[in-house]
């Protein structure tokens, strides 16, 4: 195939970028990747190499509801907390309740 219809014209490039979820909650384009990942049914995020996601991921589950974030700051907006596994030290502040 040469990207042309059958009609002769060009296909439409696919967009490019990302879509991450913004501190709204909605999904937004980006031209950068997201540094966080998030596992929207559980409303967690965190690193993207968290042992716990990755092996959520090679199971099978997880994919289908994982959503992405620019950075903590937007995540935590989001309303996501932090991942026990990946990010101890910011799940125990946020289960104290102390600023992050």
Do not use: Q
Not at 39 to 58: E, T, V
Not at 61 to 84: I, K, L, N, Q, S
């Amino acid at each position: 195939m040469d990207g042309r219809r059958t009609d002769g014209t060009a296909r439409a490039a696919a967009p490019r970028g990302y879509t991450l979820i913004g501190a709204d909650g909605r999904p937004c384009h980006s031209d950068v990747a997201g540094r966080f990942g998030g596992y929207r049914r559980g409303r967690i995020y965190g690193r993207l190499d968290c042992p716990s996601a990755l092996r959520h991921i090679a199971r099978g589950h997880y994919v289908r509801h994982r959503v992405f974030f620019a950075d903590e700051a937007t995540a935590v907006a989001a309303g996501y907390r932090p991942c026990a596994v990946c990010l101890p030290d910011r799940h125990r502040a946020w289960r104290t309740g102390e600023p992050a």
